[in-house]
């Protein structure tokens, strides 16, 4: 069974502790349902249609629970910058030409109307870097690539802060306060 995390998050710049708090709320929730459609699907006395719907149904809980994850994690310890020497910085001006580039486009990616996630992730099979939107929480994900960045762009994540016309000031306030850090240790643990 899976355990619900815990994350140390500063005071964050646009993002209230609120808001903070009711996203963990969320989180738990995603955690709970996993766990419980795991039981249910373990339990062997469910007819095939219901096995079915709740293995349907386990790829967004799963995956809600994963992005969210990653997405508190990227917070912890508070805003620190990409190294430029880091390994990741060097994949990202490789992959865009230069790392305001992949910003560029990552933000405008994250942009995209509708409710999900903009992914940064690593196909580890070519060697490179990918962006790419994925809906809800679970469609669009790419097959073998690993996790690096996620941006929640359901509108829990941001509107009680910044309405529905900030949504642009609430992608550049999160990426202002990653930790850069982190992130780049994802990335080289990854690819070891």
Request: no cysteine; hydrophobic share 35%; proline share 3%.
């Amino acid at each position: 069974m899976y355990t619900l995390q815990n994350f140390t998050i500063p005071e964050l710049r646009g993002i209230s502790r609120q808001n903070i708090e009711e996203h963990l709320g969320l989180y738990k929730g995603y955690v709970t349902n996993t766990n419980h459609i795991l039981e249910q699907l373990s339990s062997g006395d469910l007819d095939p249609y219901h096995q079915a719907e709740l293995s349907r149904r386990f790829s967004f809980e799963f995956n809600g629970m994963k992005n969210h994850e990653y997405y508190f994690r990227a917070l912890e310890g508070g805003a620190a910058p990409l190294d430029p020497t880091s390994a990741l910085y060097q994949a990202l001006e490789k992959n865009w030409g230069s790392y305001d580039a992949w910003r560029a486009s990552f933000v405008q990616l994250a942009k995209t109307r509708g409710i999900g996630w903009a992914i940064l992730s690593h196909d580890q099979d070519a060697d490179m870097l990918i962006h790419h939107w994925v809906d809800e929480q679970h469609v669009g994900h790419l097959n073998s690539n690993q996790y690096i960045l996620g941006i929640d762009m359901w509108e829990h994540a941001y509107v009680a802060d910044y309405q529905p016309s900030g949504k642009a000031t609430y992608i550049e306030d999160y990426l202002d306060q990653v930790n850069w850090k982190t992130i780049s240790d994802r990335f080289e643990k990854l690819r070891a």
